[in-house]
């Protein structure tokens, strides 16, 4: 059974300061690792990272894929108020069984403060 | 474009009770999935459709159905509602199986 582990499971941090979030994942025949930003709402993809492109970056959010140690990372430098949310961290195996499934983290809640 | 819509919103049935979810994917995909979300539990997956036909299913119980028409419109059913499927339901579209999925901003179930 496909399995995603995040941490922290919080974070509290000022605004201008650098947070990492983990991911770590079992999947079987891996496909993709996707990352999402919860807020009141729906999830809002940010990446999503394959074997052909293990690191993405956008603005301040940055993200890498090691798929030989099974873990991801989502950087977010110079945070701000709005950075609050869930994160959500998500894999998508190959074929069969995995059709159209997003295997989900716990999340982690990051709470950033003025 | 438009992005993912469903309706409606936010809905309280009674134990017992059936309901029915929908779901309008961005114009073009034909990939929808469907999940349940509970603090609890998480994101859950429920099923998928692409070309109307159901390629995969979430360890759900049978009251848990769905189905998708050939404009890729998606439809969930739930039967004898319990409190337990009190839950936000979200529906997610892509435009290839495997592809990024994004999501509609979820249908919120409470069932007394």
């Known amino acids: 059974e496909d399995k995603v582990v995040q941490s922290p499971l919080s974070l509290v941090v000022h605004e201008g300061d650098t947070v990492t979030l983990n991911c770590s994942y079992e999947?079987?025949?891996?496909?993709?690792l996707l990352w999402y930003k919860q807020e009141k709402k729906a999830p809002t993809f940010l990446f999503m990272l394959?074997?052909?492109?293990i690191e993405k970056k956008s603005g301040r959010l940055s993200s890498i894929l090691d798929k030989k140690e099974l873990f991801s990372i989502l950087n977010i430098t110079a945070t701000q108020t709005g950075d609050s949310a869930i994160y959500l961290c998500a894999v998508a195996g190959a074929g069969g069984t995995s059709y159209g499934k997003l295997t989900f983290g716990q999340g982690t809640i990051l709470t950033v403060h003025p | 474009k438009a992005g993912v819509t469903q309706t409606p919103r936010y809905l309280i049935k009674t134990r017992g009770q059936q309901v029915t979810l929908s779901c309008s994917p961005i114009?073009?995909?034909?990939?929808v999935s469907w999940y349940q979300q509970t603090p609890g539990q998480g994101l859950q997956f429920l099923f998928e459709y692409f070309s109307e036909t159901q390629r995969n299913k979430g360890n759900f119980p049978g009251r848990f159905s769905g189905r998708q028409f050939s404009n890729s419109r998606s439809e969930m059913n739930v039967s004898t509602l319990e409190l337990g499927d009190s839950a936000l339901y979200l529906c997610a579209s892509s435009l290839l199986e495997g592809g990024e999925q994004y999501f509609g901003p979820g249908t919120r179930l409470t069932v007394t």
């Open positions: 114009s073009g995909h034909r990939s």
């Open positions: 999947v079987t025949n891996f496909r993709s």
């Open positions: 394959t074997s052909s492109g």
